[in-house]
């Protein structure tokens, strides 16, 4: 019990800080995204502005009064450091001015291309993988300027931020898995020593509670030699009977909260032990008149502990025909499916809230006081739940249509 618990302790823990790491790559990303396409905009207008022509800014030499615009000193850096080209088309579609001198990656060739193949006058600007692009028309002699803008450098940083980012989560994600593995030592310590102490308690509870039991049982039955059997007896006999069981139990629940590695694994043919065991049920269930039903699927064998299994198989079929209605109908279902073997137990019965059907396997619990006729004490199905855990199994309750359903996944 107590390494699921340290288990789920640390899956919860990791989970918390995988979320919260994805989260500051994510959030350290878009930011350096949107940084990095605004100056990307930012640059492209600059650029449309001066229609990529440096004596176009104001102040300049060379720069008319009419064509000229005002730029601050601020953004002039931003057009000297910048890699772009320029083509000018007129009014027929007819290039007029090629500028590649601002960037050794292109010809003009190669630019004039560029520019007709991207022109959309529904979308003006766009993206290329080496280049980001504006379209400007000027409305004094209808010209129209495409400048493209190589982003080369700024997808580089992008990427290479993009990768420290990604590089340092997944190296603290490591750090933090080794302080969660070396804390949840400490901080379950309190809990594996309660545990420890309750196993204890139940051992020597269960050992003290043998001899006087057993005296009980023995005085009864020397009472019935001398006195005869009268119903007192048999009340006392069956009430000692019911609690040596549920002593034998809780004594297997206790040690069975966690599978020992030494414990010998064999290969097992389930199907034939839950034929068996079926067989040895039959008769309770025909005194109640309860019609089986069962579809079990031939020589499939599975590696486990074989007594545990049996255990397993003992307490679901002794449940249904306790708690089966009388006179319905118990089902039972063995199939194997893709490396996965799959048990059914599905029989009629009283109706069972939702709320209820998590709970059916906790320790002690009963659904209604008519079960405490039944002659259990709600430890069967915990058991059986421990079995299938320590067997790396699951099983879940449903309950539809007047069914109650128990399904088993065992892996093979």
Same mark, same amino acid.
């Given at each position: 019990?107590?390494?699921? @618990?340290?288990?789920?302790?640390?899956?919860?823990?990791?989970?918390?800080?995988?979320?919260?790491?994805?989260?500051?790559?994510?959030?350290? /990303?878009?930011?350096?995204?949107?940084? &990095?396409?605004?100056?990307?905009? +930012?640059?492209?207008?600059?650029?449309?502005?001066?229609?990529?022509?440096?004596?176009?800014? *104001?102040?300049?030499?060379?720069?008319?009064?009419?064509?000229?615009?005002?730029?601050?000193?601020?953004?002039?850096?931003?057009?000297?450091?910048?890699?772009?080209?320029?083509?000018?088309?007129?009014?027929?579609?007819?290039?007029?001015?090629?500028?590649?001198?601002?960037?050794?990656?292109?010809?003009?060739?190669?630019?004039?291309?560029?520019?007709?193949?991207?022109?959309?006058?529904?979308?003006?600007?766009?993206?290329?993988?080496?280049?980001?692009? @504006?379209?400007?028309?000027?409305?004094?002699? /209808?010209?129209?300027?495409?400048?493209?803008?190589?982003?080369?450098?700024?997808?580089?940083?992008?990427?290479?931020?993009?990768?420290?980012?990604?590089?340092?989560?997944? &190296?603290?994600?490591?750090?933090?898995?080794?302080?969660?593995?070396?804390?949840?030592?400490?901080?379950?310590?309190? @809990?594996?020593?309660?545990?420890?102490?309750?196993?204890?308690?139940?051992?020597?509870?269960?050992?003290?509670?043998?001899?006087?039991?057993?005296?009980?049982?023995? /005085?009864?039955?020397?009472?019935?030699?001398?006195?005869?059997?009268?119903?007192?007896?048999?009340?006392?006999?069956?009430?000692?009977?019911?609690?040596?069981?549920?002593?034998?139990?809780?004594?297997?629940?206790?040690?069975? *909260?966690?599978?020992?590695?030494?414990?010998?694994?064999?290969?097992?043919?389930?199907?034939?032990?839950?034929?068996?065991?079926?067989?040895?049920?039959?008769?309770?269930?025909?005194?109640? +008149?309860?019609?089986?039903?069962?579809?079990?699927?031939?020589?499939?064998?599975?590696?486990?502990?074989?007594?545990?299994?049996?255990?397993?198989?003992?307490?679901?079929?002794?449940?249904?025909?306790?708690?089966?209605?009388?006179?319905?109908?118990?089902?039972?279902?063995?199939?194997?499916?893709?490396?996965?073997?799959?048990?059914?137990?599905? /029989?009629?019965?009283?109706?069972?809230?939702?709320? =209820?059907?998590?709970?059916?396997?906790?320790?002690?619990?009963?659904? =209604?006081?008519?079960?405490?006729?039944?002659?259990?004490?709600?430890?069967?199905?915990?058991?059986?739940?421990?079995?299938?855990?320590?067997?790396?199994?699951?099983?879940?309750?449903?309950?539809?249509?007047?069914?109650?359903?128990?399904?088993?996944?065992?892996?093979?």
């Amino acid at each position: 019990m107590i390494k699921q @618990i340290k288990r789920k302790f640390i899956m919860t823990a990791m989970i918390a800080i995988t979320i919260l790491l994805l989260m500051v790559v994510l959030v350290i /990303n878009t930011v350096n995204y949107k940084i &990095l396409d605004r100056q990307i905009n +930012d640059t492209l207008d600059i650029l449309s502005k001066v229609e990529g022509n440096y004596v176009m800014m *104001s102040g300049y030499e060379g720069a008319s009064e009419a064509f000229s615009y005002t730029i601050p000193k601020s953004r002039i850096d931003v057009f000297l450091s910048s890699n772009f080209f320029v083509v000018k088309f007129d009014r027929f579609g007819n290039v007029s001015y090629c500028d590649t001198e601002r960037t050794r990656s292109i010809d003009n060739e190669e630019a004039i291309a560029l520019a007709r193949a991207y022109y959309d006058p529904m979308d003006l600007t766009g993206h290329t993988d080496q280049y980001s692009y @504006i379209y400007t028309n000027n409305g004094f002699y /209808n010209d129209t300027y495409a400048i493209f803008l190589d982003t080369t450098a700024e997808r580089g940083n992008f990427t290479r931020i993009l990768i420290v980012t990604l590089g340092s989560a997944f &190296l603290g994600w490591w750090i933090m898995f080794v302080i969660v593995i070396i804390l949840s030592k400490k901080m379950l310590r309190p @809990i594996a020593e309660n545990i420890e102490r309750q196993k204890e308690f139940i051992t020597n509870a269960g050992h003290e509670l043998k001899t006087p039991l057993a005296v009980i049982q023995a /005085n009864t039955e020397a009472l019935e030699m001398k006195d005869g059997s009268t119903k007192y007896s048999s009340n006392i006999k069956k009430q000692v009977q019911r609690l040596s069981s549920l002593m034998s139990d809780l004594l297997v629940l206790s040690k069975m *909260s966690e599978l020992k590695k030494d414990e010998i694994k064999k290969k097992i043919d389930i199907s034939a032990m839950l034929d068996q065991k079926l067989e040895e049920f039959k008769e309770a269930f025909d005194i109640r +008149d309860i019609k089986i039903i069962k579809d079990i699927e031939e020589k499939i064998y599975y590696e486990g502990i074989s007594d545990d299994i049996q255990k397993m198989f003992e307490i679901f079929i002794d449940n249904a025909q306790k708690y089966t209605t009388e006179g319905g109908e118990f089902f039972i279902s063995l199939k194997k499916e893709n490396k996965k073997i799959f048990i059914t137990f599905k /029989n009629t019965s009283e109706a069972i809230d939702k709320d =209820d059907l998590s709970k059916l396997f906790d320790r002690f619990y009963r659904t =209604d006081e008519s079960h405490n006729q039944k002659g259990g004490f709600g430890i069967g199905l915990a058991l059986a739940k421990t079995i299938i855990e320590n067997h790396h199994g699951k099983v879940i309750a449903k309950y539809e249509d007047g069914y109650i359903s128990f399904i088993l996944t065992l892996g093979l």
